[in-house]
């Protein structure tokens, strides 16, 4: 019951996140699905001397414009680290994220363009998600936070349980992920873990057996960028469960779900 209440609150927080600022471009790559709103174009005033538009986003393509002081230019969408901008004589070109600084928005505040989409996902802290798989033949379902404290490490712990009409098993782990290729797409990784498995068996008289036993795990999976700040999860789990008889369990697990980062 508890693990069902907090996958519903978990759903809930995650479509309940908050939106992107009106400050934030667009990005053309943020996503493989469609039903993701865009936010509108936003339309910011130079407060900088001036600012070099290039011809595309990076800074081995060459300048061919100047927006002057006091120009305005419209925020188009967004590509790493560039932003592609138009002119009001509709010259459109790409400005390093950097230069952006130095404008104001409507409001004549200063606006600040926080990471999203790709960039977020390559540069995120923090990670809620759930998943459903096979448990040894039975089916589970798990709740996994984690908090990233390089680009190649992350440090979380997860809560799954697994349910059939002869045993009920919780396991918890904490867990140390590294992932090589933090800026890809489809980005692999490995986990080890170590944790505690609490089952719950029925007996041949129907009597409940239960019994807590210590747990180490090997993981390894990928983690696929979707869109905005939600990515899927495909992992395998090998589970080692040191019982207190002389030979110690090991249990297969498939995996695959979905996580929300900020």
Known sequence: M???????????GLFSLPGFSQSEATDDNDGWFGFFAEQPPLIVTVDD????MRTGPGRGFPVFHVVEKGEAITLLKKRTDWVKVKTKRGQSGWVYRHQLALTLGPDQLPVTLKPSGRDLYEDHSWELGLAMGQFGGVDSLSFYAGHRFTPNLQMGFSLSQATSRIADSKIGY?????????????????????????????????????????????????????????????????????TSRDENEEVSEWKVGFNVFF
Not at 3 to 12: G, P, T
Request: proline share 5%; glycine share 4%; charged share 15%.
């Open 174 to 242: 904490l867990r140390l992920q590294h992932q090589p290729w933090p800026h890809w797409r489809i980005a692999p990784f490995f986990e080890l873990g170590a944790g505690a498995i609490h089952s719950t068996k029925r007996s041949a008289l129907d009597q409940p057996l239960d019994s807590t036993d210590a747990s180490l795990l090997i993981a390894t999976g990928v983690n696929i960028y979707l869109s905005r700040s939600f990515m899927g999860r495909l992992e395998y789990n090998n589970h080692r469960i040191l």
């Open 49 to 52: 001397a001036y600012i070099e």
């Open 2 to 12: 508890w693990f069902k209440q907090l996958s519903c609150v978990l759903i809930a």
